[in-house]
Nanobody
Framework: QVQLVESGGGSVQPGDSLRLSCATS????????VSWFRQGPGKEREFVAR???????TDYADSVKGRFTISRDVRRTVYLQMNSLKPEDTAIYYC?????????WGQGTQVTVSS
């Protein structure tokens, strides 16, 4: 059974940093396409970052390029390092993986950026 659990969110001020983690089970994340999405208040869920198998093919939304970095360990955890956070980054952040023809989602972790 594939399971994803996000953590690391919180309330911070503009300019601060957070590192989100996505702990997985039932998969080996190093061999899969992994992604982060977010959904802000009153907004559609949007793509944030993705990484292909073995760390290949990284890609970022223009809104986070240069500030966020997606990474993964060799087996179970996906990360999103978020620097220079802005109020518009406020959202619920979700990790996602593709496995055997299906896309799986975690429950999300809340990030709030305000002064």
């Amino acid at each position: 059974q594939v399971q994803l659990v996000e953590s690391g969110g919180g309330s911070v001020q503009p300019g601060d940093s957070l590192r989100l983690s996505c702990a997985t089970s039932g998969i080996v994340v190093s061999s899969l396409h992994v992604s982060w999405f977010r959904q802000g208040p009153g907004k559609e869920r949007e793509f944030v970052a993705r990484m292909g198998p073995g760390g290949s093919g990284t890609d970022y939304a223009d809104s986070v390029k240069g500030r966020f970095t997606i990474s993964r360990d060799v087996r179970r955890t996906v990360y999103l390092q978020m620097n220079s956070l802005k109020p518009e980054d406020t959202a619920i952040y979700y990790c996602s993986v593709f496995c055997r023809g299906n896309q799986y989602w975690g429950q999300g972790t809340q990030v709030t950026v305000s002064s």
